[in-house]
């Protein structure tokens, strides 16, 4: 799909769709009042004979009346009265998407407001909305799919508003290498195959470092190397580091990402049942490659490293049992209660070799870890773990503004004795009350002091069906936005 920004007097042709805005009580936007003007009053008419009301994401899709050359318009309400603020125009531009996607029409013309800040996050809005992982579909009914193929983006300056979405866009293309990470199916991204799509973003200017089994046993990753023991494909750990800072040698951030490339649980097998989801148990390292690609496609000034642990859980005859003891690279050891509670086993030497090697201002992890944050906090909230309460403020703020929404979760000391192991430093897991808060418990004892965030994914990496425009059902890219935020307001000078 193309997206154009032309000038705010474009009138759609006879084959296009044309959006604008509805507030409050129905009322008509400029831009929508001038197609009222325009018809005769047809859009107040169709007002008046239903329920369209202006409510955000309400839709009011018409048959383009007599005097305008169109195909159709679509009345999209964003609530308020007056100015937009520029999210609601890029969660309405979404809706105006989803509306006449498969309409028909091969061009949509977006009519939301004059300014560039707004008309950038139109495209924006689209951009999102418009994702489609359909690389393996080959008997797909022509009517099925979308028919818009051009969208074009009115504003006062169009070279002004393309000038301003450059970064976006940058961030957009992130978001959706993500989602692409993301709704792989394991037998194409393992962590070989993993690994390799994170090199290639060397071409945006990524410095990345890929270390196999025998580099990470030399280095003692014994915890991280146990999860992938039993699967055929080799565990990986990729190193990506951004240096845009003015001083090259200023001390780095750092984004740490589970990327387990398909979960059965091991040894402690998973239901059969939705195990098909567990392709995306690498919700954390789609992340994590995601703001490294969106920090290097922006060109942001900040120093950056982002490091990915790639593994295979899988119940092959040499796969860890429950019961055995590793050796983190930390010394420290783990008795493994549960072949199913893995993530934390990669993040912990992830996270170890990473505050060790880079010595960075902070970490933060992503992991889709547990399904007891399901429980905590629904579909709409990722739980945030921190040692650090600055850091999470930030981050909070970062999520508020960018609708990834965090809740911050407790660090109780008391809980550490759920993870005590009779045999070892410390266990695995600790059992069904807090599952969550003892993951979080057991990954504070890989980060040396260093400041550092866990976010935990799992309720969120994955959405069906979705409720936010944006999002189409499937993968999310849930993190990038949150974090490229994080980097832009708070880490660049």
């Known amino acids: ?275 098909e989801d567990m392709k995306w148990d690498m919700g954390g390292a789609a992340a994590v490659t995601g703001v490294m690609h969106a920090l290097a496609g922006r060109k942001a000034r900040v120093n950056a490293i982002g490091v990915l642990g790639l593994v295979e859980n899988m119940p092959d005859g040499n796969a860890q049992r429950p019961g055995d003891v590793v050796t983190s690279m930390s010394g420290q050891t783990i008795e493994v209660i549960n072949t199913d509670a893995e993530g934390r086993l990669v993040l912990a030497d992830a996270l170890w070799y990473t505050q060790e090697r880079f010595k960075p201002k902070f970490m933060i992890d992503l992991a889709t870890l547990t399904g007891a944050i399901i429980i905590s906090l629904g579909h709409d909230y990722a739980g945030l773990f921190s040692n650090n309460d600055g850091l999470s403020e930030k981050l909070l703020a970062a999520g508020k503004a960018e609708r990834e929404n965090l809740w911050r979760m407790p660090l109780p000391a008391a809980y550490e004795k759920q993870i005590e192991s009779p045999i070892a430093d410390m266990k695995n897991i600790g059992g069904r009350p807090a599952g969550s808060i003892t993951a979080g418990l057991f990954l504070q004892k890989f980060v040396n002091g260093v400041p550092w965030a866990h976010l935990d994914i799992a309720a969120v990496a994955w959405r069906k069906p979705s409720t936010d425009p944006t999002v189409p059902d499937g993968a999310v890219g849930f993190g990038v936005r949150l974090l490229n935020r994080l980097v832009a307001d708070a880490y660049e000078g």
């Open 1 to 275: 799909m193309r997206i154009e920004f032309v000038p705010a007097d474009l009138h759609a042709g006879a084959t296009a769709a044309v959006a604008v805005l509805a507030h409050e009580a129905a009322a008509l936007s400029p831009e929508a009042r001038v197609i009222d003007e325009a018809t005769g009053g047809a859009l107040a008419r169709a007002i008046a004979g239903g329920r369209f009301t202006g409510a955000k994401g309400q839709i009011l899709d018409l048959v383009a009346p007599h005097g305008l050359e169109a195909a159709r318009v679509v009345l999209v309400g964003v609530d308020g009265v007056g100015a937009v603020e520029p999210e609601a125009v890029e969660a309405a531009a979404a809706h105006a998407f989803q509306a006449v996607k498969a309409s028909g029409v091969t061009e949509l013309v977006l009519k939301l407001g004059a300014d560039a800040e707004t008309a950038a996050r139109a495209a924006f809005g689209v951009k999102l909305a418009a994702y489609r992982f359909d690389k393996y579909r080959t008997t797909e009914k022509a009517e099925k799919k979308p028919s818009v193929t051009v969208v074009k983006v009115a504003a006062a300056d169009p070279v002004k508003a393309a000038k301003v979405y450059e970064g976006l866009n940058a961030l957009a293309d992130a978001i959706l290498f993500s989602r692409d990470l993301v709704s792989e199916p394991a037998n194409i991204l393992h962590p070989e195959e993993f690994a390799a799509r994170a090199k290639s973003l060397e071409s945006l200017g990524l410095e990345v470092e890929i270390l196999g089994e025998a580099e990470m046993a030399k280095l003692g990753m014994g915890s991280l190397l146990g999860v992938g023991q039993g699967s055929v494909r080799e565990s990986q750990l990729v190193i990506m580091k951004w240096n845009g800072a003015a001083d090259k040698s200023a001390q780095p951030i750092a984004f740490v990402g589970k990327g387990v490339t398909f979960d059965t649980g091991g040894i402690s097998i998973k239901p059969a049942d939705g195990m």
